[in-house]
């Protein structure tokens, strides 16, 4: 793909929730359609796109009918399997691209990559037996925590580690999955940096935001963050530099641990990201329609915000305030259509907003 895509173009997206929702709706301002691939019924996706394929993964059929329909492909999720991917990559260019797939579906690998480019991260050991466990302890020391390497998403997956004393029970309780062991990080705050790379590699960032997190799943993102100007800008380098590194095309989220010593990054996200949902209303070009423009060769806008912002997600039973909220002067409700309410599924979210002095 060497020129930008007309409007009128249709994208294809890999996953139906509501990322691939936000991402649909953001395409159809700008002219495009959407082909939402997903497994499982009513998608919140769905709604908002032009076409729906319900199948899963491992049908091939399907996956090649799917390519065939669209112009390019992207994701809304990391966990795509390997078959799926190459099948359609012989027939649609995919953004981002398999690399940041391949890195950011295992954590083990995401570490060494991240540290290779000179970035810190917690001290880490790959753990897959239970001697190994007891080694990881040795060298990474307590407390820390015990994480699957692959499909571990909003604190599932993990074990903390107290003390050494704990060790055969957490290693129990991952059931044998290849795992990583964690060093514990004293960090002072969250945050992350939302950042894009378009096709002719330009790069922008949005401005870090500062998360708080309930249960491992996230509460609240703030803008702006509570971080010193350098810390403001060494942010914003490390993600440029995982942007680069990657040769990556789209939107790429980085959660970083603010502490004493500097940033370390916790892990990155090859997508649109919860944290970044401020967007849509603090900047002139939100997230989601930063991602289209990078994959479909589209100029990205400089990530410029207008308005300080708290995001606050809507989890489970939450959702029954949304009148109320809808009632609070400046809140932004943005709500995903689902239709069963489930303690710690994601409803929506808000976001509060006001304006820069
Ligand atoms: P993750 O799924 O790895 O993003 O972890 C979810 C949350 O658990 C993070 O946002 C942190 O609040 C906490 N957490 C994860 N890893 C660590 C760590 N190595 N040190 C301290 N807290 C952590």
């Known amino acids: ?14 996953g139906g929730g509501q990322l691939g929702r936000m991402l649909s709706m953001a395409a159809a301002r700008l002219g495009f359609s959407c082909h939402i691939f997903e497994p499982g019924p009513n998608p919140p996706a769905g709604q908002m796109a032009a076409r729906v394929t319900t199948a899963g993964y491992d049908d091939a059929k399907a996956l090649k009918a799917f390519a065939a329909s669209v112009d390019v492909i992207t994701y809304e999720f990391e966990n795509i399997p390997t078959e799926a991917l ?15 797939l391949r890195i950011s579906q295992d954590r083990l690998v995401e570490k060494e990559f ?3 480019l000179g970035l810190r991260v917690a001290p880490f050991a790959n753990v897959e037996n239970s001697d ?3 080694a990881a302890i040795t060298q990474v020391g307590t407390p820390s925590i015990l994480k699957t390497r692959r499909f571990g998403y909003d604190g599932k997956g993990q074990v903390r580690v107290p003390d050494a ?10 059931e044998n999955a290849p795992s990583v062991l964690e060093g514990f990080v004293d960090f002072t705050g969250e945050v ?13 960032c949005f401005d870090p935001g500062e998360n708080v997190h ?9 803008i702006p963050a509570r971080l010193s100007a350098a810390a403001r800008t060494d942010a914003v380098l490390i993600a440029s530099n995982i942007l680069n590194a990657l040769n990556y095309v789209g939107v790429l989220g980085v959660e970083l641990f603010v502490t004493q010593a500097g940033l370390v990054v916790n892990e990155i996200a090859p997508r649109v990201h919860n944290s970044g949902h401020w967007t849509q209303n603090g900047c002139a070009v939100d ?8 994959i479909t060769g589209w100029p990205i806008s400089d990530g410029v915000r207008h308005a300080n912002v708290v995001m606050e997600n809507l989890i489970g039973d939450d959702v029954a305030r949304v009148v109320e909220i809808a009632n609070e002067p400046g809140a932004a409700l943005h709500l995903y259509g689902k239709a069963d309410v489930k303690p710690g599924r994601k409803m929506g979210h808000v976001n509060r907003v006001t304006p820069l002095n």
Not at 3 to 12: E, M, N, R, V, W
Not at 86 to 100: G, Q, S, V, Y
Not at 214 to 222: R, W
């Open 1 to 14: 793909m060497s020129k930008p895509l007309p409007p009128g173009a249709c994208i294809g997206i890999l």
């Open 86 to 100: 190459d099948i359609l990559e012989d027939l649609r260019p995919i953004h981002p691209n398999r690399e940041a």
């Open 114 to 116: 991240l540290s290779g």
């Open 132 to 134: 190994e466990m007891q």
């Open 165 to 174: 004393s704990r060790a055969g029970e957490a290693w129990v309780a991952m």
């Open 192 to 204: 992350s940096v939302i950042a894009a790379r378009s096709l002719s590699g330009n790069v922008a």
């Open 214 to 222: 309930v249960d491992g799943i996230l509460a609240t993102t703030s």
């Open 287 to 294: 997230q989601f329609e930063q991602h289209i423009r990078a």
